[in-house]
């Protein structure tokens, strides 16, 4: 039973890995060149010794861009999704269908770096000032309504259950409008920055409740998807 499951697992995580991997990287290709002029520069020990510069100039090429690519592979690989092998193999064809379909998304992929990165800015801004004047209303409105301000236990203890019902229903509202109106433009932004930034390992990226899954945990988690946010647009030349 072990076997077959990691075969489905393999079978979904080796695709995502490849595709990820870069066969014409700059970066390779410099790398390889630098090894293998430095074998040819440094006569010491080695199979090809004993071949033509321009042979050895050559195989050693194609054996560090070769080393490196498949490095680049199994490293993609051991961090990429992790699968359980029970997903449905269409689940991601969906939501890719979903995610093209955004008429958002498509709008942003279409503007300059510039514009993209002003306009993420600005997004970011938006969401705080939300979340800041979301908290501000609550503060407010427990002003009014102090436990020191009651004459008997009684009282206090009603003003807090009060208190407390404010905070569950300050907390859903909160979350309603966040849900509505910046979830999905945020997670649209956070993609094509992404994209334009060549990250390609999400999995490295920090994981952002409210911007992964809209669930508002923490102290300030508006604010925290802003400020990730404006970082990768700061970061757009």
Known sequence: MRLPIQFRIWRRSIPIAWDQTRILQPTKIALSVAISALNILWQGHGILRSSPSATRFILVVVAAYVITTIAEFLWLLSTGPRFTGFESPTADQESRKGESADPLAAELSDLPQAELRDEALEFAKEMKDFEAGSDREFVNSLAAAQPGNAATESERDEVLDKQSAELVEHNLRTWRVYREK????????????????????????????????????????????????????????
């Open 182 to 237: 910046f979830y999905r433009p945020a997670q649209a932004f956070r993609d094509e920055l992404r994209k334009r930034l060549g990250i390609r390992n999400v999995n490295s990226e920090p994981r952002i409740p409210a911007l992964d899954h809209a669930e508002l945990e923490g102290a300030k988690p508006i604010a925290q998807a802003a400020a990730y946010l404006a970082g990768l647009a700061r970061r757009l030349k």
